[in-house]
Structures are given as structure tokens and as C-alpha cells.
């Protein structure tokens, strides 16, 4: 089971929008409703911030928001803000594994 | 309340096993999905396993299968997970992670995690 693709950064001004993408296969992102988004900050654990492709845990902004068309699943992060800096990382439900994407460095310029 | 708490950092010899646990604090996993998830130094995050303590069936990774072993105690307060075989590649965080049953139904997956457990592989 190969890992999720994900562009390794993105970055954005404070104020501004970035979306980062989520690439997997009919076999795991394609193929369920299971794609959930996770934020981890340096040296913490990962948070989890969207599950089952655009569902905001209680208590998680909602300048977060998930999408899904075909075998790509999306994170935007809007109104972006300093605490907004960190690694994110999406995560697919794969038939009977989980598999993680490769994780993407949000800058705030 | 869903607080893991994982047990401490560990130094091993290639090899050899190591064992590390995931308590809950302030209740049991019995009715929890419980997974293993690793980060390697400077790397992402790579799903190792899972266990339904209720159920005593456990789920791995095809690259794991047959070097890790994840089980519950009997009072299914804690996980452990076993990892044999041990190369200098494993040298990672290891983090246990719980589902959670939210009140409406819905299922959030690795909604809470351990605080996350150094193992050092070397000679």
C-alpha cells in the first residue's frame, strides 16, 4: 500500500487561502468516504481536523473544509493565520488498512 | 477524559522486541478502535495496525505483518503493541490513537492520541 500523495508545501499570506491536495487510488480514496485530514504541529501529536471527507470535529474552525472528486481529496484552509502553521496530513480507509498521505508543510508567509 | 497515556522512551538493540503501551486514563478501550501509527525522524506518519479490544482481533499493515503484534489486557485499559525484528529503520515516535463514537453516530477516526513514545534502534 503506497502512501497518499501530497505536495510537499504550500503557503499563503495571512488573510489568504490554501488548498492542498490529497492523490490516492480507487482502492483507498476513490473507493470510500473515509478520507480524514490531520494537523500536527512540531514535536506535538497529530490533531485530527476533518473526517469522512468534509466533517469538522466539534471545536475545529470553520475556515477548515474537505472535499472529494474522484481519487483526490482536498483541505482548505481559508482566512489563513499564524497558528495555521503546520504539517497536515490527509489519511484513507484502504479496504481493510489505513493509509496516510505523505504530509504537506503550510508556511504563513 | 479519552487521554492515552503512552509508556516511556526506548533504546534497543537491533534485533531484538520492543513493547510499548497505551493506557486510557479515566476509563476502558474496550468498545474503542485503537490503532499504532509511527513517525519515523523527520518523516510522515505510517499506520501500523489496529485492535477492537472487544473483540481481540487485530488488523496490520501488509509491510508489518508478522513483526508486530497489537493486544489488550484483560481489563482492556491499555494496548500494547510488540514490534520484533528490529532494524535501525524503525527508530521512530510511536503513537497510539483512539476512535471515538460521537454523540450523534458518527465515528471520528485517531480522534485522540497518545502523547507519543521515542524507540531508538541501535548498536
Known amino acids: 500500500q503506497s502512501a497518499l500523495t501530497q505536495p510537499p508545501s504550500a503557503s499563503g499570506s495571512p488573510g489568504q487561502s490554501v488548498t492542498i491536495s490529497c492523490t490516492g487510488t480507487?482502492?483507498?480514496?476513490?473507493?470510500?468516504?473515509?478520507v480524514s485530514w490531520y494537523q500536527q504541529h512540531p514535536g506535538k501529536a497529530p490533531k485530527l481536523i476533518i473526517y469522512?471527507?468534509?466533517k469538522r470535529p466539534s471545536g475545529v474552525s470553520d475556515r477548515l473544509s474537505g472535499s472529494k472528486s474522484g481519487n483526490t481529496a482536498s483541505l482548505t484552509i481559508s482566512g489563513l493565520q499564524a497558528e495555521d502553521e503546520a504539517v497536515y496530513y490527509c489519511c484513507s480507509f484502504a479496504g481493510i488498512n489505513e493509509v496516510f498521505g505523505t504530509g504537506t508543510q503550510v508556511v504563513v508567509l | 477524559q479519552g487521554q492515552l497515556v503512552q509508556s516511556g522512551a526506548e533504546v534497543k538493540k537491533p534485533g531484538s522486541s520492543v513493547k510499548v503501551s497505551c493506557k486510557a486514563s479515566g476509563g476502558t478501550l474496550k468498545d474503542n478502535i485503537v490503532s499504532w501509527v509511527r513517525q519515523a525522524p523527520g518523516q510522515g506518519l505510517e499506520w501500523m495496525g489496529r485492535t477492537i479490544p472487544a473483540f481481540a482481533v487485530a488488523n496490520y499493515a501488509p509491510r508489518f505483518q508478522g513483526r508486530v503484534t497489537i493486544t489488550a489486557d484483560k481489563s482492556a485499559t491499555t494496548v500494547y503493541m510488540e514490534l520484533s525484528s528490529l532494524s535501525f529503520e524503525d527508530t521512530a515516535v510511536y503513537f497510539c490513537a483512539r476512535d471515538h463514537r460521537s454523540g450523534d453516530g458518527n465515528n471520528l477516526p485517531f480522534a485522540f492520541w497518545g502523547q507519543g513514545t521515542l524507540v531508538t534502534v541501535s548498536s
Open positions: 480507487s482502492s483507498d480514496v476513490g473507493g470510500y468516504n473515509s
Open positions: 469522512e471527507v468534509n
